[in-house]
Every structure is written in structure tokens, then in C-alpha cells.
């Protein structure tokens, strides 16, 4: 093997440099090119490619995002197009391709690897949705800023006798909400795998108000309730002055936490081996703190662990009371 490209595909998390550089860097030392590919799947068809070296690869390694881009193709589902991508990489020479990303870009690698261009796959996303591995790159980063934030907001209702619902990323994964809720220890808090209703929400902001509780912290997963009409809901049930906040895009961005560096990199080296010994359309997760490679089309088939009891457990102990 002489030439492999890396993409980074999906949304941007912490740590995606420093999978690049991982790829660089073990590639390198095994004496293979390594060629970037700049906006996802949409440059790979457009041959958007740019060789990379252990310089850039040191350049990159603290930058949050991905700093060779990302963009959304939804076209590549379609074969004429992926041949256009499979044209492109045999035109430069470049016999496989490490991707980055989630499981919408996992299903692109596959195919790929189906018509002859192995690719293998690394759990690039904040959301920590990837059911084949514990942890996903950029999700310990991301979860620390929430944690900073709600801790900042805890603050100012601590001060003013408030209650606040703090809107968190997620995309139909609570894991950003429940670690959260665990680490500030906020009082209420819904995430997707366990929503709770606006009437649940208002009676236990009641009883906290009752309870002469001085801030209450309501976390909630994006896309599940309005959190500026769920304060107003608050705020009439409990008498709490009640504000909402949504953190948004700040939980993307970010420099990458040691603990992000360290999956993103040691992951990317186990990816570089895997193609080396010939091997395609394989995903690398993190199993019981060690690194695991499993087939694409099995780890998207994998069925979600069941955490209600687990969210239950903790929302018990979060939402006692002190009298």
C-alpha cells in the first residue's frame, strides 16, 4: 500500500484533528502518503484531495472541528455517484480511505468498500450515539463544556432565587443530558431515551419552589419540548423566575480534551493497521476501554441499550429534596 486518503464526514466534533493526525502519523511510519479530503463525501467525488505530512499533522492536533471540512451529500446513497468517488481515488492512486464520522458515514464507507476501495470507519460525533462503541470522539469534550455552562448558569439562578431549562444537544441520544445531570447535579432533567412531560416537569418545579429550594436547574434534550415555552410553563406552575437557554453550537466547538486526543489518536493507529492488513469496512469502537474492530454492517444493526432504569436511578437521587 502506498497512498490512503482521510475524510472527515457528518458534524464537526473535538478530536476529528487529532484522528487526522493519528492517520498521518501512523501511516508515515510505515513509509505510505496520506492524502486529506477536503468536505467529506461531496470532495471525494470532486477530487478535492491534498497530501498531508507529519508537520500539518502537529499543526492540527489542539485545533477544535475538523479542519478539513465537512459537508452533507445525501446524493451518495446513489451508486453513479459513489462511482464517481471510486473514479476519483483510482485516478490518484489512493487505494483506501479512513472516514470519520457517524453512522450516516459509516453506510457511505461500506459501500465504498463493496466496490472495491476499503474503508474503515471511526466514531466521529458529539451525540455519543454510536451503540458499537462506549465512547465517541468529541463526546467528553462536549460534555465538559455543557457541565461549564450549566455550572454557569447555576450561578446566576443561585444568586437570584431562579430556575433555568438548559436545552443540550443530543439528536435523539440523552447522553450529553444524563451525564450532565449526574456531574451538576440538576434537579430535573429529560433526556431523549426518557422524556419527561411538561405537566411532570411543572408538578416537580412546584414542589422544589414549595421546598424553598433557592435554583433549580431543568436539563432537557434538543428537539423534544420548546425550552422557551417550557419556562414559561415553569414559571406559572412554580412561581420560579424562570429563563431558558440553549447552548447550541458552543457544545460543537471547542478544543478537544486530552481524553478525545487520546481515543481519536490510538483509534486512527488502529485504523492505519487495519488497511494495511488489507481489511475494509470495519468500524473502530472503544469496548470495555480497549479498542475493537467490527463490521459496518453489523454495529448499525445493533440495538440500543435500554437506560431507563439506569436515568430513573438518578433522577431519584437528583430530584430529592432537602428540607
Known amino acids: 500500500m502506498k497512498r490512503i486518503g482521510v475524510l472527515t464526514s457528518g458534524g464537526d466534533a473535538p478530536g476529528m484533528n487529532n484522528a487526522i493526525a493519528g492517520v498521518v502519523k501512523a501511516a508515515e511510519a510505515q513509509g505510505i502518503e496520506v492524502y486529506g479530503v477536503r468536505d467529506g463525501y461531496k470532495g471525494l467525488i470532486n477530487g478535492w ?26 446524493e451518495f446513497k446513489e451508486e453513479s455517484v459513489r462511482q464517481k468517488a471510486v473514479d476519483q481515488l483510482k485516478a490518484h492512486d489512493i487505494e483506501a480511505l479512513v472516514v470519520i464520522g457517524g453512522d450516516g458515514s459509516y453506510m457511505g464507507a461500506q459501500r465504498l468498500t463493496e466496490m472495491g476501495i476499503n474503508c474503515i470507519g471511526l466514531p466521529g460525533t458529539i451525540d455519543n450515539d454510536i451503540v458499537s462503541s462506549d465512547y465517541t470522539i468529541g463526546f467528553d469534550t462536549a460534555l465538559n463544556t455543557v457541565i461549564e455552562s450549566v455550572e454557569k448558569v447555576r450561578d446566576t439562578m443561585q444568586s437570584h432565587n431562579r430556575a433555568a431549562v ?21 434537579e ?15 408538578e ?24 422557551n415555552e417550557l419556562a414559561k410553563k415553569v414559571e406559572e406552575a412554580s412561581g420560579y423566575v424562570t429563563r431558558a437557554t440553549i447552548l447550541g453550537h458552543v457544545q460543537r466547538g471547542g478544543r478537544p480534551s486530552g481524553m478525545d486526543r487520546y481515543l481519536a489518536f490510538t483509534a486512527a493507529i ?9 481489511k475494509g469496512g470495519l468500524y473502530i469502537g472503544l469496548s470495555e476501554n480497549k479498542l475493537v474492530a467490527r463490521d459496518i454492517e453489523s454495529t448499525l444493526n445493533m440495538p440500543k441499550p435500554d437506560k431507563t432504569e439506569f436515568i430513573e436511578k438518578i433522577r431519584l437521587l437528583n430530584a430529592k429534596i432537602s428540607k
Open 49 to 74: 484531495f491534498e497530501k498531508l505530512d507529519s508537520k500539518f499533522a502537529l499543526e492540527i492536533i489542539s485545533k477544535g472541528g475538523t479542519v478539513l471540512g465537512s459537508a452533507r451529500l445525501p
Open 166 to 186: 438548559i436545552e443540550v444537544m443530543g439528536n435523539g441520544c440523552g447522553d450529553l443530558v444524563t451525564y450532565a445531570a449526574i456531574a451538576t447535579q440538576a
Open 188 to 202: 430535573i432533567f429529560s433526556p431523549s431515551e426518557s422524556k419527561l412531560t411538561v405537566e411532570q416537569i411543572c
Open 204 to 227: 416537580q418545579a412546584k414542589k422544589f419552589a414549595e421546598a424553598n429550594h433557592r435554583s433549580l436547574i431543568i436539563l432537557i434534550s434538543e428537539k423534544q419540548l420548546d425550552a
Open 270 to 278: 488502529y485504523a492505519v493497521e487495519k488497511l494495511i492488513e488489507g
